[in-house]
């Protein structure tokens, strides 16, 4: 095999492709490790916070999310697909009217977004919802 400039050319460009992708960490793993310290390990329920979030985002910088948990303490949002999953959090105290809040988070690419609400009694609920981000309206 001869090896001309073309060549090497090709090679070093592949092999600096490889190293970069298999370097990239899994974010929804991150998600999963970071809900796991918060929760302590305890197991998650579903069903009684809600979630509302666009199933289409024209634009990721500002994704407009919902969440109505009655009976939380704290509320964590997380997004899969980002660099840094934890999004925000909310408190609420024993006099808050209203256990919901609303935000604008910014959005990496499609992904998930995971509410975990932690319950007056200790235990963990969560709401998942799939947001999926166009480039100018456009699908993908």
């Given amino acids: 095999m001869e090896l001309t400039r073309r060549k090497i050319l090709a090679l070093s460009a592949g092999s600096v492709a490889f190293a970069t992708l298999s ?6 793993s991150l998600t999963d490790d970071a809900i796991a310290e918060l929760t302590g390990g305890a197991d998650v ?6 979630l509302t979030a666009p199933e289409i985002a024209e634009n990721g910088n500002t994704v407009p999310i919902e969440v109505d948990a009655p009976g ?22 024993p006099l ?3 256990r919901s809040a609303s935000t604008r988070i910014r959005l ?4 998930n977004v995971v509410a975990v609400a932690k319950m007056e009694d200790g235990s963990f609920q969560m709401a998942k ?10 699908g993908g």
């Fill in 23 to 28: 370097s990239l960490p899994a974010f929804a």
């Fill in 45 to 50: 329920g579903e069903g009684t916070i809600k």
């Fill in 72 to 93: 939380a303490v704290e509320v964590t949002l997380y997004a899969d697909g980002n660099p840094v999953p934890n999004v925000a959090t909310f408190k609420f105290g």
């Fill in 96 to 98: 808050s009217a209203s």
């Fill in 108 to 111: 990496a690419t499609t992904q």
């Fill in 129 to 138: 919802a799939n947001v999926k981000v166009t480039i100018g309206g456009c």
